[in-house]
């Protein structure tokens, strides 16, 4: 039995959005009880140039989305960067896995090898799909992801590998 494009590209995606939901409900938890105000939360960063929790959150959707639209041929949906607290980055996550589920398996089944094309820093790159995902894709939203997680930790919300993982 083989795996699929489909199965190590949006069922993944999904979960990790998931995970980052969990965080969030996390944090929101953790600024409530400690008295902490969301929007401080909400804007720690790791180092000042470094975009801030709201905008990882951001990344990682645009990243699910843009990864699942090049894999897929299926135009995704355009979020305003716009969130300021935990309920508008749960909808945006939320909007961003409807998107997911929407895309039919087939449409990206057995297209391993269709060159895909995007630009990075000005540049056009193509190649296949199966290198878009494992190379910049998956890699590109586990760090948003991983990201969120560190900047959670580092604001002293109570996080272990397990809430990384969704185990």
Known sequence: MSITL???????????????????????????????EHASLLSARLFEDMYPLTAQVQRASDTAKATASRLSGVAAPAFADDETSFDELQARINKTIVFLESIPAETIV????????????????????LDYLTVFGLPNFLFHVTTAYDILRHQGVKLGKMDFLGL
């Open 6 to 36: 489909y199965q190590v590209s949006i069922p993944v995606l999904i979960r990790g959005l998931n995970n980052l939901s969990t965080l969030l409900e996390k944090a929101e938890q953790h600024a409530d009880a400690q008295g902490q």
């Open 110 to 129: 057995g297209q391993e090898e269709r060159p895909v094309t995007m630009k990075l820093r000005g540049e056009e790159r193509t190649q296949s799909a």
